[in-house]
């Protein structure tokens, strides 16, 4: 089944490229910049990936995050990722990057986008994969300074297709940032935003209202509210589902009680996404294989939700 899983093709709509970076690169990294790590080694680091909640895993990933200084840094992370996509036949990807995690360290914006730019073009060129670039806000910093990005990056707006939000959920709600999403859909980008992981179903009321969201990154805690799996269902409004994520985030306490393949039959447009592969243990195949494992998912729910993923994509 995993060979099957791996052929088929697919496009994948939630994949932070900052959580794609494998403790190998990153320590790879850190000997290029010079760059201390807390960890003696690349097995002492992945002990570390043991996280209780969303923040645990949020502030391993952005000490991480550290050892990527140069254009050429991300270059090489995006590039590693692309090559993943085309080992597991993603032919298409819309990634997230998190541009403040970088400039808040010094890192120009441009340096950031040249590198992921250069790489989603030679993805394009060398190995066939379409892809769109999603500019994601941090929702622990201010609407202000979220503004301040969007500036930052309005000279390169070709560069991107979407803006986003991520980071931690509980406590920023989507209305912080109503009025940066209402300048970023004037100024012709659609709208994403993580809601209904951790955070409640509110929050995706918000995100569909407020933001005028084109898809709902998570979003599984939609399943508390009939009202809005009626919308989501009538909508067609699709969710970027990331299993490994939610089990290793503890969202679902095993694999066994995840949801993702009920809201699928009750005509739910979800899809498959590996979040941060190099944190939860796979990418997108991973993800397929471990329904089939622990809900024994068929052949013809991997074929719709691959589907749903084609369908869903922004451009
Ligand atoms: N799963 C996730 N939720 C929120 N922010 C993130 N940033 C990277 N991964 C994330
Ligand atoms: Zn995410």
């Known amino acids: 089944m995993y ?19 494998e403790p190998e690169l990153l320590f790879a990294l850190a000997e290029r910049n010079k760059v201390a790590l807390p960890w003696p080694d690349v097995e002492s680091l992945r002990k570390a990936y043991a996280f209780h909640n969303l923040q645990e895993f949020l502030d391993l990933y952005y000490r991480g995050a550290d050892v990527l200084r140069t254009e050429q840094d991300f270059y090489d992370l995006t590039w590693a990722y692309l090559q993943k996509c085309k080992e597991q036949n993603v032919v298409h990807t819309e ?3 998190d541009p403040q995690t970088h ?11 040249s590198g992921i730019g250069q790489a989603l073009e030679d993805g394009r ?33 070709h560069a991107f297709i979407a803006v986003g939000l991520d980071s931690s959920e509980k406590g920023h709600p989507p209305r912080k940032f109503r009025q940066v999403f209402d300048r970023a859909r004037a100024e012709g980008f659609a709208t994403v935003a993580h809601a209904g992981e951790e955070g409640p179903p509110e929050y995706i009321w918000e995100a569909l209202d407020l933001l005028k969201v084109k898809r709902i990154d998570h979003g599984v805690r939609a399943a508390e509210d009939p009202r809005l799996l009626e919308r989501l269902i009538d909508e067609q409004i699709p969710l970027t589902v990331c299993p490994l994520s939610n089990v290793k985030l503890r969202v679902f306490k095993d694999m066994a009680e995840h949801n993702i393949l009920r809201l699928l039959e009750m005509g739910v447009k979800v899809t498959v996404n590996s979040d941060d592969p190099a944190y939860f243990g796979g990418y997108v195949t991973e993800n397929f294989a471990a329904l089939q494992e622990s809900l024994g998912m068929t052949c013809e729910q991997a074929e719709r939700l691959a589907q749903n993923s084609l369908d869903a994509r922004l451009v």
Request: glycine residues 6%; without cysteine; charged residues 20%.
């Open 95 to 97: 990634p997230f990057f």
């Open 103 to 113: 400039t808040d360290r010094g890192i120009p914006f441009e340096t950031v986008l």
């Open 3 to 21: 060979a099957w899983l791996n052929t088929l093709p697919k496009a994948e709509l939630h994949l932070h490229l900052e959580g794609s970076l």
């Open 125 to 157: 060129r060398q190995l066939g994969i379409s892809s769109g670039l999603i500019l994601s806000f941090l929702r622990h910093l201010s609407e202000e300074e979220a503004h301040k990005t969007l500036d930052q990056a309005l000279p390169f707006r």
